[in-house]
């Protein structure tokens, strides 16, 4: 510890941090610009000036930048010295000399950093009587707004995009007070993190484009924290509603999770819940009967009491809407939607963190480990964030480094830059096919899935100190680490890639190490649904004839073959689907029945390590069918076995049942605060206190202000009025503190500057030690596949914006996505005297779908690679054996079906 005087009052703090974050994490406003916690210093704005002195007999000073500054054993400044303040108040003064006056239309106003840090250093009047200087705008795709005559030159946009997020089309150009900060050329930001740069830049230069078409001011929103649903990592998000109609999606920060950011597509696939294909009425097969509420439930009831009923759940769907639909069918009669590949990929995934074979690892916790092995999986595309983690642990040993042997601290960014180069840990990755991560990466080898699960096993072996092999690279890099991480996941459909990880930290293990795992899973809720143990699709074909099917919140035309999918569908009496967006399965129902999204309601996922995450319904919609799927399986079950309708019921309600049912999920009550928590007596609003327009929003319908709709399920009201201060983490529904409007603010929230919030990161760690766990048995079949003349195998390739269901439904994501191919080799190529971009044809079962080629110089003559999760490559849900031949002339174009 040293001891900081501030302004002659002494202060413990931690040493070796610089003087701003300090200042910061003590509680004082200290205006600054280009600084961010997750970057670091480069002391290019000059704004965090202060005066620092020798010792208490120095009266005169000197002004240094605080933020390049190191906290020393006993250290003295001053941060309302004279001279600084007026310092400060010359620079953004000079800063804002070419800056326009139009905060009234800028989509910043009202949430901008600039603004606060302009009354925070006391300039009011603008004295520049010149021309300003003018840029042209450049156009950088469907997702950011680019306005580059609002720039201050903070240089963090570029900081984040190239340093942080390893983009390579934004930079800096010319110099001096004369630089632009955009592309070579228009067009569209190649990077997935580039959303970040609105929430980044301190002005209004990088802004959502999204939001511009619907634009509120932050203060007109309704918020609520959220989790992201279009992958398994459950990043924090807050959701904004204006409307009725979500609007904006913005980081949420939690320190074990996502930190200070979000991927693009969980950014901006927000715009699915206002998509035409939502379900907002229920739809009946039979013409000519009421659409009446009452009618309906009724009618659902009554069948469910006359007909055997089998469930089928969903793993994005909530835990308590899975779980009501288990209570509603009873436990043998629920299904989890996968199929037996996938229900044992992720049953093997939970049984490896349960026997905890290896440290369970957190999204940020990967940046804490020096030799990282990825075991098929294209981070980038199938868990995006986690990708950007990996690029921040690849710097860990150089910056260790640095600071043993010139003692530079990890804050100084330019300078750990300067110093590091090109220099990083060992990052080794084996895959089918390139991934944006090669160019960080130690060792690249692209292989069969197989082959590279034989190449796991094969390190293992080496590691093992009873093994009689020679150590390999990566054995041995893994061998020399302080902490060795294994990254694997399901996105290839593989069982032994997971055995062969679990292989390997196990040897680690044998070796005295302390290895980490991080696995990675398709959906939002895959391990919650895991957890559960409940059996795969393939055992409720005994039970499926003449009942009543519910389907919960899934596709199965996505997850099974056409066939196994159609023979689902025509076994039962009557199919019921609830569901918030139309698929194949929702269009082929008996009765649909309309349900809530995340922003429409409340409820419990887990994520890819087995935290569980509460997200918060934003605003109660005007279409009274949009409810929680388990709230309308709750009241269905009441009806069934003739109870009262419990018209209260919320969802701590369900959670104790589901507790006391499946005892895994003790803790699940501890993610969120319960609905009788108040603070001083009151809510926790979810609008800011300036909120405007309640009044005004629904004067076509009635000029008198309604009463607000009560919240039963959280701490939170629906309103502006309640608590004022710092609410508890997991009911933070916006990061707002005086002088500080933009997100900015979240220092005020954390214990330390890039610590935890004030009383912990939300949600709750639910995977522990099961001894008695029964072991996977693993189907270890790693040797090589034998191909026929002109046969391949195929293998999915996954990109951010297309291949994830719900995100995919959003116009500026589906803007992004790319066009169907089949990527194939030179080798191949030849082999089929194909050209790229000719047409080939794919034979699989008896039928034939057509695509055009592209060339993938990289991977293995035996591999074939299609975009999984696309509508034109729905045919595809697994890795298989596929006959391509060049596409000819009466060929029947198949690819609208699913095989």
Same mark, same amino acid.
């Given at each position: 510890?040293?001891?900081?005087?501030?302004?002659?009052?002494?202060?413990?703090?931690?040493?070796?941090?610089?003087?701003?974050?300090?200042?910061?994490?003590?509680?004082?406003?200290?205006? +600054?610009?280009?600084?961010?916690?997750?970057?670091?210093?480069?002391?290019?704005?000059?704004?965090?000036?202060?005066?620092?002195?020798?010792?208490?007999?120095?009266?005169?000073?000197?002004?240094?930048?605080?933020?390049?500054?190191?906290?020393?054993?006993?250290?003295?400044?001053?941060?309302?010295?004279?001279?600084?303040?007026?310092?400060?108040?010359?620079?953004?003064?000079?800063?804002?000399?070419?800056?326009?006056?139009?905060?009234?239309?800028?989509?910043?106003?009202?949430?901008?950093?600039?603004? *606060?840090?302009?009354?925070?250093?006391?300039?009011?009047?603008?004295?520049?009587?010149?021309?300003?200087?003018?840029?042209?705008?450049?156009?950088?795709?469907?997702?950011?707004?680019?306005?580059?005559?609002?720039?201050?030159?903070?240089?963090?946009?570029?900081?984040?995009?190239?340093? +942080?997020?390893?983009?390579? *089309?934004?930079?800096? &150009?010319?110099?001096?007070?004369?630089?632009?900060?955009?592309?070579?050329?228009?067009?569209?930001?190649? @990077?997935?993190?580039?959303?970040?740069?609105?929430?980044?830049?301190?002005?209004?230069?990088?802004?959502?484009?999204?939001?511009?078409?619907?634009?509120?001011?932050?203060?007109?929103?309704?918020?609520?924290?959220?989790?992201?649903?279009?992958?398994?990592?459950?990043?924090?998000?807050?959701?904004?509603?204006?409307?009725?109609?979500?609007?904006?999606?913005?980081?949420?920060?939690?320190?074990?999770?996502?930190?200070?950011? !979000?991927?693009?597509?969980?950014?901006?696939?927000?715009?699915?819940?206002?998509?035409?294909?939502?379900?907002?009425?229920?739809?009946?097969? #039979?013409?000519?009967?009421?659409?009446?509420?009452?009618?309906?439930?009724?009618?659902?009831?009554?069948?469910?009491?006359?007909?055997?009923?089998?469930?089928?759940?969903?793993?994005?769907? @909530?835990?308590?809407?899975?779980?009501?639909?288990?209570?509603?069918?009873?436990?043998?009669?629920?299904?989890?939607?996968?199929?037996? #590949?996938?229900?044992?990929?992720?049953?093997?995934?939970?049984?490896?963190?349960?026997?905890?074979?290896?440290?369970?690892?957190?999204?940020?916790?990967?940046?804490?480990?020096?030799?990282?092995?990825?075991?098929? #999986?294209?981070?980038?595309?199938?868990?995006?964030?986690?990708?950007?983690?990996?690029?921040?642990?690849?710097?860990?040993?150089?910056?260790?480094?640095?600071?043993?042997?010139?003692?530079?601290?990890?804050?100084?960014?330019?300078?750990?830059?300067?110093?590091?180069?090109?220099?990083?840990?060992?990052?080794?990755?084996?895959?089918?096919?390139? =991934?944006?991560?090669?160019?960080?990466?130690?060792?690249?080898?692209?292989?069969?899935?197989?082959?590279?699960?034989?190449?796991?096993?094969? !390190?293992?072996?080496?590691?093992?100190?009873?093994?009689?092999?020679? !150590?390999?690279?990566?054995?041995?890099?893994?061998?020399?680490?302080?902490?060795?991480?294994?990254?694997?996941?399901?996105?290839?459909?593989?069982?032994?890639?997971?055995?062969?990880?679990?292989?390997?930290?196990?040897?680690?293990?044998?070796?005295?190490?302390?290895?980490?795992?991080?696995?990675?899973?398709?959906?939002?809720?895959?391990?919650?649904?895991?957890?559960?143990?409940?059996?795969?699709?393939?055992?409720?074909? @005994?039970?499926?004839?003449?009942? =009543?099917?519910?389907?919960?919140?899934?596709?199965?035309?996505?997850?099974?073959?056409?066939?196994?999918?159609?023979?689902?569908?025509?076994?039962?009496?009557?199919?019921?689907?609830?569901?918030?967006?139309?698929?194949?399965?929702?269009?082929?129902?008996?009765?649909?029945?309309?349900?809530?999204?995340?922003?429409?309601?409340?409820?419990?996922?887990?994520?890819?390590?087995?935290?569980?995450?509460?997200?918060?319904?934003?605003?109660?919609?005007?279409?009274?069918?949009?409810?929680?799927?388990?709230?309308?399986?709750?009241?269905?079950?009441?009806?069934?076995?003739?109870?009262?309708?419990?018209?209260?019921?919320?969802?701590?309600?369900?959670?104790?049942?589901?507790?006391?049912?499946?005892?895994?999920?003790?803790?699940?009550?501890?993610?969120?605060?319960?609905?009788?928590?108040?603070?001083?007596?009151?809510?926790?609003?979810?609008?800011?206190?300036?909120?405007?327009?309640?009044?005004?929003?629904?004067?076509?319908?009635?000029?008198? #202000?309604?009463?607000?709709?009560?919240?039963?399920?959280?701490?939170?009201?629906?309103?502006?009025?309640?608590?004022?201060?710092?609410?508890?983490?997991?009911?933070?529904?916006?990061?707002?503190?005086?002088?500080?409007?933009?997100?900015?603010?979240?220092?005020?929230?954390?214990?330390?500057?890039?610590?935890?919030?004030?009383?912990?990161?939300?949600?709750?760690?639910?995977?522990?030690?099961?001894?008695?766990?029964?072991?996977?048995?693993?189907?270890?079949?790693?040797?090589?596949?034998?191909?026929?003349?002109?046969?391949?195998?195929?293998?999915?390739?996954?990109?951010?914006?297309?291949?994830?269901?719900?995100?995919?439904?959003?116009?500026?994501?589906?803007?992004?996505?790319?066009?169907? &191919?089949?990527?194939?080799?030179?080798?191949?190529?030849?082999?089929?005297?194909?050209?790229?971009?000719?047409?080939?044809?794919?034979?699989?079962?008896?039928?034939? &779908?057509?695509?055009?080629?592209?060339?993938?110089?990289?991977?293995?003559?035996?591999?074939?690679?299609?975009?999984?999760?696309?509508?034109?490559?729905?045919?595809?849900?697994?890795?298989?054996?596929?006959?391509?031949?060049?596409?000819?002339?009466?060929?029947?174009?198949?690819?609208?079906?699913?095989?």
């Amino acid at each position: 510890m040293a001891t900081l005087y501030i302004d002659n009052r002494p202060y413990d703090v931690k040493e070796g941090k610089n003087l701003l974050e300090t200042c910061l994490t003590l509680g004082f406003d200290l205006p +600054y610009f280009c600084w961010h916690p997750a970057m670091g210093s480069v002391g290019a704005c000059r704004q965090c000036a202060i005066k620092i002195f020798k010792d208490e007999n120095d009266t005169a000073g000197r002004l240094v930048m605080s933020c390049m500054e190191p906290v020393g054993k006993e250290t003295r400044i001053s941060l309302d010295h004279p001279d600084a303040e007026k310092f400060r108040k010359s620079v953004i003064e000079w800063l804002m000399t070419n800056h326009p006056h139009d905060c009234a239309v800028c989509d910043e106003g009202g949430s901008c950093h600039l603004q *606060d840090m302009t009354v925070m250093t006391g300039h009011n009047y603008r004295r520049f009587e010149f021309p300003k200087r003018t840029y042209v705008n450049q156009y950088l795709g469907p997702l950011i707004n680019h306005e580059m005559n609002r720039c201050i030159q903070c240089y963090r946009c570029v900081r984040f995009y190239k340093d +942080y997020a390893g983009g390579k *089309d934004l930079d800096v &150009y010319a110099a001096h007070n004369h630089v632009y900060f955009g592309r070579e050329k228009d067009g569209i930001l190649e @990077s997935e993190f580039s959303g970040n740069l609105a929430e980044i830049c301190p002005t209004g230069v990088f802004t959502d484009k999204t939001l511009k078409q619907h634009y509120s001011r932050k203060w007109d929103f309704t918020f609520a924290p959220s989790v992201c649903q279009h992958c398994s990592l459950g990043c924090n998000i807050i959701a904004g509603e204006r409307y009725g109609e979500l609007r904006q999606i913005t980081s949420r920060y939690n320190g074990d999770v996502n930190g200070y950011f !979000i991927c693009d597509r969980g950014r901006f696939g927000y715009e699915a819940a206002n998509s035409v294909d939502r379900i907002y009425q229920p739809a009946l097969k #039979e013409e000519n009967v009421s659409l009446n509420q009452e009618y309906i439930i009724n009618d659902i009831a009554a069948l469910l009491s006359t007909s055997n009923c089998v469930g089928i759940g969903s793993p994005r769907a @909530s835990l308590e809407s899975n779980f009501a639909l288990q209570q509603l069918v009873g436990n043998g009669n629920y299904y989890s939607g996968w199929s037996d #590949e996938e229900h044992r990929l992720n049953k093997a995934a939970l049984n490896i963190l349960q026997n905890r074979t290896a440290e369970i690892v957190s999204l940020k916790q990967i940046e804490q480990y020096d030799s990282i092995l990825i075991l098929g #999986e294209d981070l980038t595309n199938t868990a995006p964030m986690a990708a950007l983690t990996v690029r921040q642990a690849v710097r860990k040993k150089p910056v260790e480094n640095a600071q043993q042997n010139i003692n530079l601290a990890t804050w100084h960014d330019a300078a750990l830059r300067e110093y590091i180069q090109q220099r990083h840990s060992d990052l080794f990755i084996l895959h089918p096919h390139s =991934t944006k991560l090669d160019e960080i990466a130690t060792q690249v080898s692209y292989s069969t899935p197989h082959e590279i699960a034989a190449k796991g096993f094969t !390190i293992a072996a080496a590691i093992d100190a009873t093994a009689d092999q020679v !150590i390999d690279q990566i054995a041995t890099s893994l061998l020399n680490a302080q902490k060795p991480l294994i990254i694997t996941g399901t996105s290839l459909f593989n069982e032994p890639l997971l055995a062969a990880a679990e292989a390997i930290v196990k040897a680690l293990k044998k070796r005295g190490k302390q290895p980490g795992i991080f696995i990675t899973q398709a959906d939002c809720n895959s391990m919650g649904l895991a957890m559960m143990n409940v059996p795969p699709l393939s055992s409720a074909f @005994s039970k499926l004839s003449d009942s =009543t099917l519910i389907i919960l919140e899934t596709d199965l035309y996505r997850n099974l073959s056409t066939e196994k999918a159609d023979e689902i569908m025509n076994l039962p009496k009557r199919i019921i689907v609830f569901d918030h967006i139309k698929s194949t399965t929702s269009e082929k129902a008996d009765i649909k029945v309309p349900v809530g999204m995340f922003s429409e309601a409340d409820g419990t996922i887990v994520n890819n390590e087995g935290r569980a995450q509460r997200f918060f319904q934003v605003f109660v919609p005007k279409n009274e069918w949009l409810k929680e799927s388990w709230r309308w399986l709750s009241l269905l079950k009441a009806l069934k076995d003739g109870k009262a309708i419990d018209e209260n019921l919320s969802i701590s309600n369900i959670q104790s049942t589901l507790v006391e049912a499946l005892p895994q999920f003790r803790g699940i009550e501890d993610a969120a605060l319960s609905e009788d928590f108040r603070l001083n007596g009151q809510k926790v609003p979810r609008a800011p206190h300036r909120y405007s327009g309640r009044t005004a929003m629904l004067s076509n319908e009635n000029v008198s #202000e309604p009463k607000p709709p009560q919240d039963i399920d959280s701490p939170m009201s629906f309103t502006m009025e309640g608590y004022r201060g710092i609410p508890p983490s997991s009911v933070t529904p916006f990061f707002w503190s005086p002088g500080w409007n933009s997100v900015q603010s979240i220092n005020k929230f954390q214990i330390e500057i890039g610590g935890p919030l004030h009383d912990g990161n939300p949600g709750v760690r639910l995977v522990n030690s099961n001894s008695s766990i029964t072991p996977i048995d693993f189907e270890q079949k790693t040797e090589k596949i034998s191909l026929k003349e002109f046969e391949w195998q195929l293998v999915p390739v996954y990109h951010i914006f297309g291949s994830e269901e719900l995100s995919a439904k959003a116009p500026a994501i589906a803007e992004l996505t790319p066009k169907p &191919y089949l990527g194939l080799n030179q080798y191949s190529l030849a082999k089929l005297n194909l050209q790229e971009n000719d047409m080939a044809t794919i034979e699989h079962h008896g039928r034939a &779908y057509q695509l055009p080629v592209r060339l993938r110089a990289e991977i293995n003559n035996e591999v074939a690679l299609i975009l999984f999760g696309l509508p034109q490559t729905a045919f595809f849900v697994k890795p298989v054996i596929i006959k391509i031949r060049p596409a000819s002339n009466g060929i029947t174009n198949n690819n609208s079906k699913h095989e």
